[in-house]
């Protein structure tokens, strides 16, 4: 079930513009439909599949349905159930609760979930599957993590944050009956006080419960001053369970020095199986319990490093890297019923897949197409679920189809698309073709590869405006998967580029770290190459180049509009513009300094400057818009704010979006898509050339 499918004028975002004095207008939609293109609005009426659950007789897959609530502008989300021949698709839950977490009992024949309960806390539901009955196992205050059933389907383990009751910092005193004195100072003692997307952290520790089937009480299985996370793998026997944790005591200064631990489900004791220097995490058994598959590596302080499967005994001895051979990540195993080898995903140049490794190291490919992680760009992303006959449900995307539901393996002839969510939108209406392109980098002759979305009716024939859109990481990869944005502008009538320059992962650990403590760097060179190459077929007008990006393309565009100035304007959309400052107000301090520099600012300060795209701000001449959410935490608004007087004070046109209430990503609420790609456009349209076609 999803909103009714309503395309109305957009109402004005709640976004402050700061320096600019010309209309800021969402774009026109048209009264009625038929509609030829994907407008602004129709962001609405997009929804997307996450989290296909396949059940243990391969037969139905649960789902969570994601849809837009154009009254309360949310996204909201529902379960659905579809056989895997893709019948019988229908809803297992309704309304605006935001379901999630859909997770089979061993049997088949139950569902565990969370939802809200009627006083909006996350909770744990169950449904009985044959007679659709549910009830709500829990009574949280805060939200369950990592749902997963115990062997004999009696209990589920989950992961949850304890708030700390320490005691306060100092004693205030008494004050009069019914006097009303300010709030309390904030006290903050640790290195890491707050993340993006949450804000600034109660004191407290992420720990592991298990709670009974039939409902009850709780029980908190780990203590102590330790987070651990990720999801919890049961032994078969049910008398333990293993967790990813750090509960080491330079823990906050060392963050990926993680580790996997078995924990006693009796008494909660709790013993690490692994000790190296690096992350160990993702544990999973083998089903006939002897063998534990995870993933980690070995920690050198690179900015990127490949993420590897081992597998190891089940008292942790013996353990031994399996895919070795295999220059790509792998991520969330899990063991072929018959214990011989484990699926898991992965990203080859751009593009989502399944894989499958034996215990020798041989690694084939299952499935590809994997991805919907993020509606917006076409990062790598996605989840898969595996049942005993092998059957593979999977979150599979292409550059003009949102994550639908898709099955693959266990005797299916080939991938089969078990969902079609958004065929009512987008039959009627023409979206851009993307097309691959590989091509030489100026700097080295190195193969880079990129993506081009053509405007819908496009002719080669013609001159059009070109935006070259960064993604961020640095170390991620774009990719031929859906993005709302990038669509949006190919819509507005612009050749959208999309590359994966020096830094890219999907191509292997020796090209990620090409800008290991160098960037930005000679990725600028990729990228300008990229233009160039697409300027050579003809059809791109080389007096109208935009160019955008966010987080790192954020810093990529920053970094750019200092070098050249061949772009006609720019939008650095939550960039670093200042390392110093950057690494000392960032919500990853203890990361950033170790991986990203030699060391720390104090120490090596011309390393941070030499790399800021704001020592370079006396070279620029680009027309260049700062966007930033005032509640970005990960790239700091002061960060933006930093270019943006820079730039006023040369008096270099500019504006600074500051978008209330927004995180690092932005786009939390769908208007806020709708915002960032309105308002980028119209920066651009300010300073296209009439010679360029108009839609």
Request: no cysteine; net charge negative; hydrophobic share 35%.
């Amino acid at each position: 079930m999803h909103m009714t499918r309503l395309v109305r004028p957009l109402a004005a975002a709640a976004v402050l513009i700061v320096g600019a004095s010309w209309p800021l207008a969402a774009q026109p939609v048209p009264a009625s439909p038929p509609f030829t293109r994907f407008e602004p609005a129709n962001v609405f009426d997009l929804e997307w599949a996450s989290d296909p659950q396949i059940s243990p007789d391969g037969r139905r897959v649960a789902y969570v349905r994601h849809f837009m609530d154009i009254v309360h502008d949310r996204m909201r989300s529902t379960l659905w159930i579809v056989g895997v021949d893709g019948g019988d698709h229908r809803p297992l839950t309704s309304g605006h609760r935001n379901d999630a977490s859909p997770r089979w009992s061993p049997d088949g024949r139950r569902l565990a979930f969370v939802s809200r309960d009627e006083n909006g806390h996350a909770q744990i539901f169950l449904r009985w599957m044959d007679t659709g009955q549910t009830a709500q196992l829990t009574s949280l205050l805060r939200t369950p993590q990592s749902l997963t059933w115990s062997p004999d389907g009696q209990g589920l383990a989950f992961t949850m944050f304890v708030p700390d009751r320490s005691q306060p910092f100092a004693s205030m005193p008494d004050k009069p009956e019914g006097a009303t004195w300010a709030d309390p100072p904030r006290v903050i003692q640790k290195l890491v006080y707050r993340e993006d997307g949450e804000g600034y952290l109660d004191p407290g520790y992420t720990h592991l419960f298990v709670v009974p089937a039939d409902g009850g009480t709780p029980r908190q299985l780990t203590t102590g001053a330790f987070n651990h996370n990720g999801r919890p793998a049961w032994m078969p026997d049910g008398k333990s369970l293993l967790i990813t944790g750090n509960r080491h005591a330079d823990a906050e200064y060392q963050p990926l020095d993680s580790e996997i631990y078995e924990v006693s489900v009796a008494d909660g004791s709790i013993r690490p199986l692994t000790d190296r220097r690096g992350p160990d995490r993702a544990p999973t058994v083998s089903p006939d319990g002897r063998r534990v598959a995870y993933v980690g590596f070995d920690d050198r302080y690179q900015g990127y490093q490949v993420t590897r499967l081992y597998v190891m005994n089940r008292d942790g001895s013996g353990a031994r890297l399996v895919t070795g051979a295999f220059d790509r990540d792998v991520e969330a195993p899990v063991w072929s019923s018959d214990g011989k080898g484990v699926f898991f995903s992965t990203s080859d140049r751009g593009n989502g897949k399944i894989a499958y490794a034996t215990l020798d190291g041989k690694v084939d490919y299952v499935a590809s197409d994997l991805g919907g992680g993020d509606l917006g760009r076409p990062y790598e992303g996605g989840t898969f679920s595996l049942s005993p006959q092998g059957r593979v449900a999977y979150t599979w995307t292409r550059p003009d189809v949102p994550a639908d539901v898709a099955l693959a393996g266990g005797g299916t002839p080939s991938p089969a698309r078990l969902t079609r969510l958004n065929d009512d939108l987008f039959g009627h209406r023409s979206l851009a073709a993307v097309e691959s392109i590989t091509f030489a980098s100026s700097h080295d002759g190195r193969e880079i590869q990129g993506w081009i979305a053509k405007p819908p009716g496009f002719d080669a024939s013609r001159k059009y405006p070109l935006i070259l859109e960064i993604h961020g990481g640095p170390f991620a990869d774009y990719g031929d998967r859906f993005g709302a944005e990038i669509q949006l502008y190919a819509s507005a009538g612009y050749v959208v580029l999309y590359v994966n320059p020096r830094g890219s992962t999907s191509y292997g650990e020796e090209f990620g770290n090409l800008i290991h403590h160098a960037y930005p760097g000679y990725d600028y060179d990729d990228l300008m190459s990229a233009v160039d190459a697409v300027i050579a077929r003809g059809y791109v007008d080389p007096d109208n180049l935009f160019v955008t990006g966010g987080s790192g393309g954020g810093v990529l565009t920053a970094w750019i509009v200092g070098k050249t100035n061949r772009f006609r304007a720019a939008v650095s959309a939550k960039p670093v513009i200042n390392w110093y400052s950057f690494v000392l107000t960032a919500d990853g301090a203890p990361f950033f300094y170790r991986y990203w520099f030699p060391a720390p600012p104090w120490e090596r300060p011309e390393d941070y400057i030499r790399r800021s795209p704001l020592s370079l701000v006396g070279n620029v001449k680009t027309p260049t818009m700062l966007l930033t959410g005032e509640e970005d935490y990960r790239t700091p608004i002061s960060e933006s704010e930093q270019f943006y007087q820079a730039l006023k004070i040369r008096r270099i046109d500019t504006a600074l979006v500051r978008v209330p209430e927004a995180p690092h990503a932005i786009i939390v609420r769908p208007s806020l898509l709708i915002a960032k790609v309105t308002y980028i456009l119209a920066w651009f349209e300010k300073y296209r050339t009439p010679a360029s076609p108009s839609r």
